[in-house]
Nanobody, 128 residues
Framework: QERLVESGGGLVQAGGSLRLSCAAP????????MGWFRQAPGKEREFVAG????????VYADSVKGRFTVSRDDAKNNVYLHMGSLNPGDTAVYYCAASQEYQYSLVVYTTPSYYNYWGQGTQVTVSS
């Protein structure tokens, strides 16, 4: 099954930054809303940030607003999540997702069920 591919995770000290990348080998998602989610051990998967096609609209979870930035480069078929001022509460597996069933939408969906393509996830660990 085709999947998205995340990269860029790792171990970082509190206050540091990371940039996650999401690629879509062999498939284009330039007309789709793209989302970033995360899941910490023992917790449900939660919405982090999302961006509509053409980057018209972005939405962030309150917990990351002002620290994280989502962007997309449609020429490269990539989506990015720049994470700054990281804290241990940001430790989780981060997933990229595409909402291919709702193309040309100006809505950023915050519920996982709206996304039908997912990556395998990339671990982000923030040490105190």
């Amino acid at each position: 099954q085709e999947r998205l591919v995340e990269s860029g995770g790792g171990l970082v000290q509190a206050g540091g930054s990371l940039r996650l990348s999401c690629a879509a080998p062999g498939r284009t998602f330039i007309t789709c809303t793209m989302g970033w989610f995360r899941q910490a051990p023992g917790k449900e998967r939660e919405f982090v940030a999302g961006i509509t096609w053409r980057g018209t609209r972005t939405v962030y979870a309150d917990s990351v607003k002002g620290r994280f930035t989502v962007s997309r480069d449609d020429a490269k078929n990539n989506v990015y999540l720049h994470m700054g001022s990281l804290n241990p509460g940001d430790t989780a597996v981060y997933y990229c997702a595409a909402s291919q069933e709702y193309q040309y939408s100006l809505v950023v969906y915050t519920t996982p069920s709206y996304y039908n393509y997912w990556g395998q996830g990339t671990q982000v660990t923030v040490s105190s």
